[in-house]
Nanobody, 132 residues
Framework: QVELMESGGGSVQAGGSTRLSCTTSGYPYSNYCMGWFRQAPGKEREGVVGVYTGDGTTYYDASVKGRFTVTQDNTKNTMYLQMNSLKPEDTATYYC?????????????????????????WGQGTQVTVSS
């Protein structure tokens, strides 16, 4: 059984930083799309960062580009999201996700266009609250 286990997050002041981690277990293959989504209260879940584990190609939504950085440690099957210069509007539940059946390499860059709909495996979510 594939599992995505998140950690990190919490409460932080505006302008501060925090880091999220996501560890994948139970999946024998190494090349697939992973990403981070977030859902703020009263809003739909949105994809903000995509990464292809095969070559590290990344995609950032304009709302986080330049502030968030995704990295991966393939030896630990772990993806990290470094979140800097946080804003109150970044407050949300953050979900780690993977597109495990979309192909390797995928037909579209991870995170672009219709790729968000291909993410089919989810972590439990972790809260990030940014106070002004």
């Amino acid at each position: 059984q594939v599992e995505l286990m998140e950690s990190g997050g919490g409460s932080v002041q505006a302008g501060g930083s925090t880091r999220l981690s996501c560890t994948t277990s139970g999946y024998p293959y190494s090349n697939y799309c992973m990403g981070w989504f977030r859902q703020a209260p009263g809003k739909e879940r949105e994809g903000v960062v995509g990464v292809y584990t095969g070559d590290g190609t990344t995609y950032y939504d304009a709302s986080v580009k330049g502030r968030f950085t995704v990295t991966q440690d393939n030896t630990k099957n772990t993806m990290y999201l470094q979140m800097n210069s946080l804003k109150p509007e970044d407050t949300a539940t953050y979900y780690c996700a993977a597109a495990l059946t979309w192909g390797a390499p995928p037909p579209l860059p991870c995170g672009e266009g219709g790729s968000w709909a291909e993410y089919n495996t989810w972590g439990q979510g972790t809260q990030v609250t940014v106070s002004s």
